[in-house]
């Protein structure tokens, strides 16, 4: 089983819908991120929480929210949809190991606003 | 957060080694030079790390020199499955943020 899961996989929604990526981890790591990748750049950060009760912007955080429900669970959402959000969205998850810090990536959300 | 600068892309044939240069010239004492690779629609994995001189793992090796503002990731005998995009990143201290450049894409032919 994977450490990193990610639902859904694919998602097509309109404009102005309001959707939620979840993103469930078993890695027992208290640090968790939500990124986004848009075609032929890299990753950029949306948002990042250290532990249950710590909620931190990222780069781009404008037109999202978060939620750190457990330390397995952070759930981004999208309160209103735009097209320019379309994009492939990824969490990931760490351990608070400094400069040395390794992050493990979930598989992905396609999403496509429409 | 030191920026990094990487070739866009890079082709090489299965067999060859295959060596990434990145450049960090504002890296700060106390960071890391991390690797990463990606797989179209898969999420970047780990691949090596290292502060100095050279590293080496089951997957490749990874070359520091001592002024520390730049390294080479090497590849040895790419194989087909090896294309993907490679990132070079710094990461400072205790801050946890990632930061993703374009990174390489190699292209390995048969």
């Known amino acids: 089983d994977a450490d990193v899961t990610q639902t859904p996989r694919n998602r097509i929604t309109k404009t102005g819908k309001r959707i939620m990526l979840e993103c469930s981890q078993t890695k027992g790591h208290d640090r968790m991120y939500w990124y986004r990748q848009d075609p032929g750049l890299g990753l950029r950060l949306i948002y990042y929480s250290f532990d249950v009760k710590d909620i931190n912007k990222g780069e781009i955080s404008d037109g999202y929210s978060v939620s750190r429900q457990a330390q397995a669970k952070f759930s981004l959402s999208l309160e209103s949809a735009i097209p320019n959000q379309t994009a492939l969205y990824f969490c990931?998850?760490?351990?608070?190991?400094?400069?040395?810090?390794?992050?493990?990536f979930g598989p992905g959300t396609r999403l496509l606003v429409l | 957060l030191a920026k990094t600068t990487q070739p866009i892309s890079m082709d090489s044939y299965e067999g060859q080694e295959v060596n990434i240069t990145c450049s960090h010239n504002?890296?700060?004492?106390?960071?890391?030079i991390t690797w990463y690779q990606q797989f179209p629609s898969q999420g970047p994995r780990f691949i090596i790390q290292g502060y100095k001189t050279k590293v080496t793992n089951e997957v490749a090796s990874l070359f520091i020199p001592a002024d520390r503002k730049s390294s080479t990731l090497s590849l040895p005998r790419v194989s087909l499955s090896d294309t993907a995009v490679y990132y070079c990143l710094v990461l400072s201290g205790n801050t946890g943020k990632l930061i993703f450049g374009q990174g390489t894409t190699l292209q390995v032919k048969p």
């Open positions: 504002n890296i700060a004492t106390n960071d890391y």
């Open positions: 990931a998850t760490s351990v608070d190991e400094g400069a040395q810090e390794t992050q493990y």
